[in-house]
């Protein structure tokens, strides 16, 4: 299929209408015309392209790109887009392999006029082919593996005044639409406008002190909404973001030693990667980079102790952040010292644009008082691509502005202000959670467990350690198959394969629980919720208070009878699997994936080997994939420390 054959199909429907919305028809968030600098971000971009046509825009692995040639290479794209469809109202699809060719087909597709969606290589195929659909866009762009049918990469050679002149696009147009997770398993399309992209990256830069001076380093998924915020502030300000090679997760001493190298001086982490970022660097007895400036936090409740340790012996600042993706990404920003008596680290002070206040039942609670968050102002979004109804839940008007067209998005989250009109986090309203920074109702994958045969009921929550990965407890159709009360059985084997291969199919990775239990009930407390805390004792008692079937006190478990003890390096390399995976029954053949392993828990084990083991030293992330059970980890470190020529 040619570009040309991605056109979209005949006029939408009216939902899709609604959220699509004319530049000269929309009403949400920002419509106000052209707009000037501070609401326009191509007026930004030809700013910062007048000012700094020769300093770096974007620097790669293999190439460092001035505003000048990047000017000039997605003029070139945005001629291209154009003239496959790509104009004001329609979106340009990206699922480039790459982060640099992301960032370019970004801001080729605002040149266009259009706005632009990130195909997450991370997602199931089914779901890849849903959003594809949904979307509807003029045309895709890419060469990743997930790219889908038709998808090209522009010519980067011709001239940009070559082919179709791009349209003008105004501030109530659309920027982009990126996808959350949605309760009922079909996620949202969060519909984000032109104004509301250039107010956020003007107000960022403003927050941030950005200067053409400074390097924001790439690091977020790219089908995440943090990557709005690594790449239009910097650029927005003359500065440069620095992109990796692929969107391959970098542990610990790889994303350092990537700062270091390229002079990065901003980064933003989510919540659980920069605890391992500081673990690391904590037990390696090093600093944070000369050049790096400021650390950017966020995604999930911070606990305060780590938080003032970083701040006692690390020179780059934190700034602490909140936000959702149907407000354009962050909202607020706490950039102080954290008071030694504190108990929760402030979310900080709304950004230029942001009205937050905290409300119960509709009405402002004083300072101090715990009520519901609410966001306005012209950041937040128009709505959810085709989806009127949960448009009008959640982005509802505003009784309490003197705008009768003023709107608030109604976040779900607990909250209050502090003595020094901080907004602080206190929960969720529902049962959401989030995990590894994604938003994610838990309902979903339990109906997704309990649509299986053989599961009556299911529970799924973070694990209690480390809060990165999803635990499952399922409670068998057939009684008989249950495990005695108060006991916790972990599947293995075909009957785990069998159940995590379905919601692999139908989920994206980090909504998958890798840890399964089956329990003969679900406990419950005294308000008659799930006794979540409850469910965990009886998951930590698991190979641990007594001996596994086949197993006699005070063998080593996963040793088959009669198999001798592990020999090095292979014990060491079983005893921190066993750690972090927090499982003890762990054998030698087992796969770190198969049981809870992720990226941030892939982090933690290689930092432990390399501490352990002199052969680890070099070891990467990666290796972890070809390699995933101690016997076959052990085996890489014994070639690898085995002399030339051997």
Same mark, same amino acid.
């Given at each position: 299929?040619?570009?040309?054959?991605?056109?979209?199909?005949?006029?939408?429907?009216?939902?899709?209408?609604?959220?699509?919305?004319?530049?000269?028809?929309?009403?949400?968030?920002?419509?106000?015309?052209?707009?000037?600098?501070?609401?326009?971000?191509?007026?930004?971009?030809?700013?910062?392209?007048?000012?700094?046509?020769?300093?770096?825009?974007?620097?790669?692995?293999?190439?460092?790109?001035?505003?000048? %040639?990047?000017?000039?290479?997605?003029?070139?794209?945005?001629?291209?887009?154009?003239?496959?469809?790509?104009?004001?109202?329609?979106?340009?699809?990206?699922?480039?392999?790459?982060?640099?060719?992301?960032?370019?087909?970004?801001?080729?597709?605002?040149?266009?006029?259009?706005?632009?969606?990130?195909?997450?290589?991370?997602?199931?195929?089914?779901?890849?082919?849903?959003?594809?659909?949904?979307?509807?866009?003029?045309?895709?762009?890419?060469?990743?593996?997930?790219?889908?049918?038709?998808?090209?990469?522009?010519?980067?050679?011709?001239?940009?005044?070559?082919?179709?002149?791009?349209?003008?696009?105004?501030?109530?147009?659309?920027?982009?639409?990126?996808?959350?997770?949605?309760?009922?398993?079909?996620?949202?399309?969060?519909?984000? %406008?032109?104004?509301?992209?250039? !107010?956020?990256?003007?107000?960022?830069?403003?927050?941030?002190?950005?200067?053409?001076?400074? !390097?924001?380093?790439?690091?977020?998924?790219?089908?995440?909404?943090?990557?709005?915020?690594?790449?239009?502030?910097?650029?927005?300000?003359?500065?440069?973001?620095?992109?990796?090679?692929?969107?391959?997760?970098?542990?610990?001493?790889?994303?350092?030693?990537?700062?270091?190298?390229?002079?990065?001086?901003?980064?933003?982490?989510?919540?659980?990667?920069?605890?391992?970022?500081?673990?690391?660097?904590?037990?390696?007895?090093?600093?944070?980079?000369?050049?790096?400036?400021?650390?950017?936090?966020?995604?999930?409740?911070?606990?305060? %102790?780590?938080?003032?340790?970083?701040?006692?012996?690390?020179?780059?600042?934190?700034?602490?952040?909140?936000?959702?993706?149907?407000?354009?990404?962050?909202?607020?920003?706490?950039?102080?010292?954290?008071?030694?008596?504190?108990?929760?680290?402030?979310?900080?002070?709304?950004?230029?644009?942001?009205?937050?206040?905290?409300?119960?039942?509709?009405?402002?609670?004083?300072?101090?008082?715990?009520?519901?968050?609410?966001?306005?102002?012209?950041?937040?979004?128009?709505?959810?691509?085709?989806?009127?109804?949960?448009?009008? !839940?959640?982005?509802?008007?505003?009784?309490?502005?003197?705008?009768?067209?003023?709107?608030?998005?109604?976040?779900?989250?607990?909250?209050?202000?502090?003595?020094?009109?901080?907004?602080?986090?206190?929960?969720?309203?529902?049962?959401?959670?989030?995990?590894?920074?994604?938003?994610?109702?838990?309902?979903?994958?339990?109906?997704?467990?309990?649509?299986?045969?053989?599961?009556?009921?299911?529970?799924?929550?973070?694990?209690?350690?480390?809060?990165?990965?999803?635990?499952?407890?399922?409670?068998?159709?057939?009684?008989?198959?249950?495990?005695?009360?108060?006991?916790?059985?972990?599947?293995?084997?075909?009957?785990?394969?069998?159940?995590?291969?379905?919601?692999?199919?139908?989920?994206?990775?980090?909504?998958?629980?890798?840890?399964?239990?089956?329990?003969?009930?679900?406990?419950?407390?005294?308000?008659?919720?799930?006794?979540?805390?409850?469910?965990?004792?009886?998951?930590?008692?698991?190979?641990?208070?007594?001996?596994?079937?086949?197993?006699?006190?005070?063998? %080593?478990?996963?040793?088959?009878?009669?198999?001798?003890?592990?020999?090095?390096?292979?014990?060491?390399?079983?005893?921190?699997?066993?750690?972090?995976?927090?499982?003890?029954?762990?054998?030698?053949?087992?796969?770190?994936?198969?049981?809870?392993?992720?990226?941030?828990?892939?982090?933690?084990?290689?930092?432990?080997?390399?501490?352990?083991?002199?052969?680890?030293?070099?070891? !990467?992330?990666?290796?972890?994939?070809?390699?995933?059970?101690?016997?076959?980890?052990?085996?890489?470190?014994?070639?690898?420390?085995?002399?030339?020529?051997?």
């Amino acid at each position: 299929m040619s570009p040309a054959d991605t056109a979209p199909a005949d006029a939408p429907d009216t939902a899709a209408a609604q959220a699509r919305g004319a530049g000269a028809e929309a009403t949400g968030a920002g419509a106000t015309g052209a707009g000037g600098p501070d609401t326009d971000f191509l007026a930004q971009w030809e700013r910062s392209v007048r000012r700094h046509a020769d300093a770096p825009a974007l620097v790669t692995p293999g190439r460092v790109l001035s505003y000048r %040639e990047v000017d000039r290479l997605t003029g070139a794209w945005a001629a291209s887009f154009a003239g496959c469809g790509a104009g004001p109202g329609q979106i340009v699809g990206l699922a480039f392999g790459d982060p640099a060719r992301t960032v370019l087909g970004m801001l080729a597709a605002l040149r266009s006029g259009a706005g632009f969606t990130v195909l997450d290589d991370r997602l199931p195929t089914a779901a890849r082919t849903a959003l594809v659909r949904r979307t509807a866009a003029a045309v895709w762009a890419g060469d990743g593996a997930h790219a889908p049918d038709g998808a090209y990469v522009p010519d980067g050679t011709a001239e940009p005044g070559d082919g179709p002149a791009p349209h003008h696009a105004g501030a109530g147009d659309l920027a982009y639409v990126l996808f959350t997770s949605g309760s009922t398993g079909q996620p949202k399309g969060t519909v984000v %406008e032109r104004g509301s992209l250039g !107010r956020f990256a003007a107000a960022v830069a403003e927050r941030l002190e950005l200067t053409a001076g400074d !390097r924001w380093l790439q690091v977020a998924s790219l089908g995440f909404d943090v990557v709005v915020e690594e790449v239009f502030p910097a650029l927005a300000s003359g500065a440069a973001v620095v992109c990796r090679g692929d969107t391959r997760a970098l542990d610990a001493e790889e994303l350092h030693t990537l700062m270091a190298d390229t002079g990065t001086t901003v980064v933003e982490l989510s919540t659980q990667y920069w605890l391992e970022y500081a673990r690391w660097l904590a037990a390696a007895g090093l600093l944070t980079p000369p050049r790096l400036r400021t650390v950017v936090v966020g995604g999930e409740r911070m606990d305060p %102790e780590p938080y003032r340790r970083w701040q006692r012996h690390q020179p780059a600042a934190l700034a602490h952040v909140y936000g959702l993706t149907e407000c354009t990404v962050s909202s607020t920003f706490y950039t102080g010292r954290l008071p030694d008596g504190a108990t929760e680290v402030p979310l900080g002070r709304a950004l230029r644009g942001v009205e937050i206040s905290v409300r119960r039942d509709g009405a402002p609670v004083p300072d101090g008082e715990t009520g519901e968050i609410h966001i306005g102002g012209p950041l937040v979004a128009r709505g959810f691509l085709d989806d009127a109804a949960a448009t009008a !839940r959640r982005f509802v008007r505003d009784p309490l502005a003197a705008d009768p067209t003023a709107r608030v998005y109604v976040t779900g989250d607990l909250g209050r202000i502090d003595g020094d009109g901080h907004l602080v986090f206190l929960g969720r309203v529902d049962d959401q959670i989030k995990i590894r920074g994604h938003r994610l109702e838990p309902a979903r994958v339990e109906r997704a467990l309990c649509e299986g045969a053989g599961v009556g009921q299911a529970v799924v929550f973070p694990d209690p350690d480390t809060g990165t990965a999803l635990w499952a407890f399922t409670v068998p159709a057939d009684p008989r198959q249950a495990p005695p009360p108060g006991e916790a059985v972990r599947l293995t084997g075909p009957d785990r394969d069998a159940l995590v291969a379905r919601l692999a199919a139908a989920l994206p990775d980090w909504a998958v629980p890798r840890v399964i239990h089956q329990v003969s009930v679900l406990p419950k407390n005294p308000h008659g919720k799930v006794d979540k805390r409850l469910l965990a004792r009886w998951a930590a008692t698991v190979g641990t208070a007594t001996a596994a079937p086949g197993e006699k006190p005070g063998e %080593e478990p996963g040793r088959e009878p009669g198999e001798a003890p592990a020999e090095e390096p292979l014990r060491t390399v079983l005893g921190h699997f066993r750690e972090v995976l927090r499982a003890p029954a762990l054998g030698p053949d087992d796969n770190f994936f198969d049981h809870g392993g992720q990226s941030l828990l892939a982090m933690r084990l290689l930092a432990q080997l390399r501490a352990a083991l002199p052969a680890a030293a070099s070891l !990467r992330a990666s290796a972890l994939f070809s390699s995933p059970t101690p016997r076959l980890l052990s085996r890489a470190l014994t070639a690898a420390a085995a002399p030339p020529g051997r």
